[in-house]
């Protein structure tokens, strides 16, 4: 099934109720750089390898091309990395051209599913500079539904991300809904411009029964969730946060595999949410 973003597919919210059902679901985040590793080969298959070894139920990616140039041969990457995983496809554009023929030229945010996508929505993010957006989806879960949405806010400033925050946050505001917020947000978790994301929802990473990560192959900082740059992690930009109803039971940062310029940020997560009426 692929997932058509721009429409939002009306579906029952999902509400812990007097008799909520608990579903395990684990989740990925990943920057993949267009499928550019460290050593500026493009390879695709090397990324979806990553992928795989996973073995996540959803799966978000931000920095995904799709005919856009070049740097990735202008392939087709979010519908390709969907084929072989076998997962289901909802994509969000940020940038969106004319491209070659018939082709759009565009870029932007993809969330891959083994469970049943609901439908989806895109939320143009504001600032300047390169495009931002939001792609929010509705994932199935035991009849109710799980909000994920996935985005990658600005590099340019703290003042841009501020207000790239505040809207991302708003689409999180009702706590009834167990939703799940993540990607390459560009600060680190306790950044003053996040601070809206904190009035809704938790940091994962901080909440989790059981953490690791890659840091001890390449620096002193252990356990810190450092995800960013691959080689030697010093940042951890790449983040989820979660709101009521969604326990983290363990988080990890994956080895990337050279996949990328970051490394991926695993989450077992367990989901509590009403049955749809």
Same mark, same amino acid.
């Given at each position: 099934?692929?997932?058509?973003?721009?429409?939002?597919?009306?579906?029952?919210?999902?509400?812990?109720?007097?008799?909520?059902?608990?579903?395990?679901?684990?989740?990925?985040?990943?920057?993949?750089?267009?499928?550019?590793?460290?050593?500026?080969?493009?390879?695709?298959?090397?990324?979806?390898?990553?992928?795989?070894?996973?073995?996540?139920?959803?799966?978000?990616?931000?920095?995904?091309?799709?005919?856009?140039?070049?740097?990735?041969?202008?392939?087709?990457?979010?519908?390709?990395?969907?084929?072989?995983?076998?997962?289901?496809?909802?994509?969000?554009?940020?940038?969106?051209?004319?491209?070659?023929?018939?082709?759009?030229?565009?870029?932007?945010?993809?969330?891959?599913?083994?469970?049943?996508?609901?439908?989806?929505?895109?939320?143009?993010?504001?600032?300047?500079?390169?495009?931002?957006?939001?792609?929010?989806?509705?994932?199935?879960?035991?009849?109710?539904?799980?909000?994920?949405?996935?985005?990658?806010?600005?590099?340019?400033?703290?003042?841009?991300?501020?207000?790239?925050?505040?809207?991302?946050?708003?689409?999180?505001?009702?706590?009834?809904?167990?939703?799940?917020?993540?990607?390459?947000?560009?600060?680190? +978790?306790? /950044?003053?411009?996040?601070? $809206? @994301?904190?009035?809704? !929802?938790?940091?994962?990473?901080?909440? #989790? =029964?059981?953490?690791?990560?890659?840091?001890?192959?390449?620096?002193?900082?252990?356990?810190?969730?450092?995800?960013?740059?691959?080689?030697?992690?010093?940042?951890?930009?790449?983040?989820?946060?979660?709101?009521?109803?969604?326990?983290?039971?363990?988080?990890?940062?994956?080895?990337? +595999?050279? /996949?990328?310029?970051?490394? $991926? @940020?695993?989450?077992? !997560?367990?989901?509590?949410?009403?049955? #749809? =009426?």
């Amino acid at each position: 099934m692929h997932v058509e973003t721009g429409t939002l597919v009306v579906v029952n919210i999902s509400v812990p109720g007097p008799n909520p059902v608990s579903r395990a679901v684990r989740l990925v985040t990943f920057n993949t750089h267009h499928g550019v590793g460290g050593d500026g080969r493009h390879d695709l298959a090397r990324l979806a390898q990553v992928l795989q070894a996973a073995d996540a139920d959803v799966i978000c990616l931000q920095e995904v091309d799709r005919h856009f140039g070049d740097r990735s041969e202008h392939a087709d990457q979010a519908l390709l990395l969907s084929r072989a995983l076998g997962m289901e496809l909802a994509w969000g554009p940020s940038i969106d051209e004319p491209g070659r023929g018939s082709e759009r030229r565009q870029y932007g945010n993809a969330v891959l599913s083994r469970l049943p996508l609901l439908g989806s929505d895109l939320h143009r993010l504001p600032g300047r500079g390169e495009p931002r957006t939001a792609l929010r989806t509705g994932v199935e879960l035991a009849g109710g539904v799980l909000w994920v949405t996935t985005t990658h806010l600005s590099s340019r400033s703290a003042d841009d991300r501020a207000g790239q925050a505040a809207a991302v946050a708003e689409l999180h505001a009702d706590p009834r809904a167990a939703a799940v917020l993540v990607g390459d947000l560009n600060a680190d +978790a306790t /950044a003053p411009e996040l601070a $809206p @994301l904190r009035a809704h !929802l938790r940091d994962a990473w901080e909440t #989790a =029964a059981d953490r690791s990560d890659q840091a001890w192959r390449f620096s002193l900082h252990a356990r810190q969730g450092l995800t960013h740059p691959a080689r030697r992690p010093r940042m951890r930009i790449d983040q989820v946060w979660v709101s009521a109803g969604v326990t983290v039971t363990g988080a990890r940062v994956l080895d990337g +595999a050279g /996949a990328s310029d970051h490394h $991926p @940020l695993l989450v077992d !997560l367990e989901v509590s949410t009403a049955p #749809a =009426a």
